[in-house]
Nanobody
């Protein structure tokens, strides 16, 4: 059974940084697509970054380009999201997700079928 576990969230002041981690286990396939998504209260889940573990240029939502960096350590089965210059509007629950089917839109949450439990990021002004 594939499992994803996120960590690294927390409460920070605007302008600060966080690094989120997502460790996967139980993969029965190699080179999955991995993504980071976030959901703020009362809002739809939003894709912020995605990457193909087999090697590809990452994808970013326009709202986070230049501030978020997605990376992965395949040897550790771990996905990362470096978040810099945090803004109050970045406050949300952050989830990582995986799929082994190439998504038409890597930032579309409907394309992913394995999800972690989420880690909360709260940014104060």
């Amino acid at each position: 059974q594939v499992q994803l576990v996120e960590s690294g969230g927390g409460s920070v002041q605007a302008g600060g940084s966080l690094r989120l981690s997502c460790t996967g286990s139980g993969y029965t396939y190699s080179s999955p697509w991995m993504g980071w998504f976030r959901q703020a209260p009362g809002k739809n889940r939003e894709g912020v970054a995605a990457i193909f573990s087999g090697g590809n240029s990452p994808y970013y939502a326009d709202s986070v380009k230049g501030r978020f960096t997605i990376s992965q350590d395949n040897a550790k089965n771990t996905l990362y999201l470096q978040i810099d210059s945090l803004k109050p509007e970045d406050t949300a629950m952050y989830y990582c997700a995986a799929t082994h089917w190439k998504p038409a839109n890597p930032l579309d949450s409907n394309a992913y079928h394995v999800w972690g439990q989420g880690t909360q990021v709260t940014v104060s002004s």
